[in-house]
């Protein structure tokens, strides 16, 4: 590490595990160590909340109620270690790092319900902590001290305490790094999701500068259900809904399980073995889902950001979108938000610059070829039909033209920097993404993407970059 050249950046390697019963249990231990950290220091600060609370009820003043007592993770971590002898006996069966999870995730939960009360943290609301119970908190575990490491094979990890855990694939592509000194691993955290253990490296990584296979395009891109991504080049995204593919298999599995005997938390009844069996089941179906999901927009965004210079999405207003109940669920499924996350730190990371047009910009109503704007354009109607100019052309590559046209006023530039009206051909699609042409895009005359200049002037564009 060091080279003066190369911008660092915090990066995450995530890789499944293959453990055995011994390790499994080992590991659920560690989780529940760190469960019993949390709740113990909950449970204390909420006891001096509430005396506190209830001293205030009665009339004391203000210099006189009990003392406080610190949030902070130093803090937290000295008084645990005073009351751990009583409070778990078996402490010193598991890591100090399971214990210092447990305590850093109370940490950061209170300071973040404290600043979002204060205004200090934008957003939703944060609530105050709850306690954790055993069935239904994610089993997790950090280590950031001790020997973490991949082992010579780079088939298996070392991790403290838990000794040397075979992975299921090979970890040659961090190895390389590490080896290479371009990265240094920070800290593991091993998780339980969908019924299976992975452990995440967060390792501080030395990047090589990169530049786009097209570094003066622009290119705009519209969002949507129908087709999850549609450019201003006339390519089109499908989207491969997952969810909709796996809802048949996801509810035939739930009605299994509730016929199955469940907990009770009323009675306090157990759940019984088969219903285990079956919420696992659904939990594998459902990772997949979500793992197919999220393999799809990890191959969208890298095609995009190592394609082009310059990408122009729209600031989407995807909270609001969900409150229509007709289409929360296929919103939900594209994962509209997690583009644009994704496109922030991979036009970062290669050489790139993402534009967010302003909510308001409208992009759908306004004419690529003149610039003409339309008072109304119903969700229904999918062709642009403009009736100054007479273009007609999709709604989605209309849109997608007008966000790559907001580039050329960033820019600063004329038309010949972003495949304007001027071009004699289109720019070539960089990638392997799975692409169609809209019917009835090839017959509109030029690919332009610039409007007339000073058009879009008045429309704000925020660089994510």
């Keep these: 590490m060091g080279h003066r050249d190369r911008p ?21 231990g560690h989780a529940g160590a760190a469960r019993k950290a949390y709740n113990w220091g909950l449970k204390r600060i909420k006891a001096v909340m ?23 993770l130093p803090a937290l971590r000295r008084a645990w270690n005073v009351a751990k002898p009583v409070v778990a006996p078996w402490w010193r069966d598991y890591s ?28 939703r609301p944060v609530g105050f902590p709850r306690f954790k119970s055993r069935h239904r908190s994610t089993p997790a575990v950090r280590f950031t001290t001790g020997t973490i490491r991949i082992e010579p094979d780079r088939k298996h990890v070392t991790l403290p305490r838990l000794g040397r855990l075979k992975l299921h694939e090979s970890a040659r592509k961090l190895a390389r790094r590490v080896e290479a000194g ?12 969908g019924g299976r253990w992975y452990v995440s490296f967060t390792c501080e990584v030395e ?8 570094p003066d395009a622009a290119v705009g891109v519209d969002l949507g259900l129908q087709h999850l991504a549609v450019l201003s080049t006339g390519d089109v995204v499908p ?5 909709d593919t796996a809802i048949g298999k996801l509810r035939r599995i739930s009605r299994g399980l509730s016929r199955k005997v469940g907990p009770d938390r009323r009675t306090r009844r157990d759940a019984s073995k088969r219903w285990c069996r079956n919420q696992t089941v659904l939990g594998r179906a459902h990772a997949r889902v979500a793992n197919l999901r999220r393999d799809g927009l990890h191959k969208l965004t890298t095609t995009l950001a190592t394609g082009y210079g310059t990408i122009v999405v729209e600031d989407l207003n995807v909270a ?28 970062r ?18 004419c690529s070829g003149c610039g003409t704007v339309k008072t109304k354009l119903a969700l229904s109607e999918r062709t642009f039909t403009c009736t100054t100019c007479g273009l007609v052309l999709d709604r989605d590559v209309n849109a997608a033209r007008n966000l790559a046209a907001l580039a050329a006023t960033v820019a600063g530039s004329g038309s010949e920097t972003l495949n304007g009206r001027g071009a004699d051909r289109k720019t070539p699609h960089p990638g392997p993404v799975a692409v169609k042409r809209l019917p009835g895009t090839a017959t509109v005359g030029k690919t332009g993407t610039v409007p007339p200049q000073g058009r879009t002037s008045n429309h704000v564009l925020t660089s994510a970059t």
């Design 182 to 193: 371009t990265a240094r691993i920070l800290s593991a955290t091993v998780r339980r999701d």
């Design 320 to 347: 609001g979108m969900l409150r229509n109940r007709r289409l929360a669920r296929r919103i939900s499924d594209a994962g509209f938000a997690e583009i644009r996350r994704q496109l922030t730190y991979k036009t």
């Design 96 to 123: 100090k790092e399971a214990y210092n999870t447990g305590l850093d995730a109370l940490a950061r939960g209170l300071r973040n319900w404290a600043d979002s009360r204060s205004g200090k943290r934008a957003g």
């Design 8 to 28: 660092s950046v915090i990066q995450s390697y995530r890789f499944a595990l293959y453990l055995s019963p011994v390790q499994e249990r080992a590991l659920v």
């Design 50 to 72: 509430d005396q506190r609370a209830a001293e205030r009820s009665y009339g004391i003043p203000e210099g006189q109620l009990t003392a406080t007592i610190s949030w902070s």
């Design 349 to 366: 990371w290669y050489g790139g610059r993402l534009l967010v047009a302003d909510r308001w910009y409208p992009s759908s109503k306004t």
């Design 207 to 214: 990047r090589a500068k990169c530049t786009p296979a097209c």
């Design 239 to 243: 989207n491969p809904g997952h969810l």
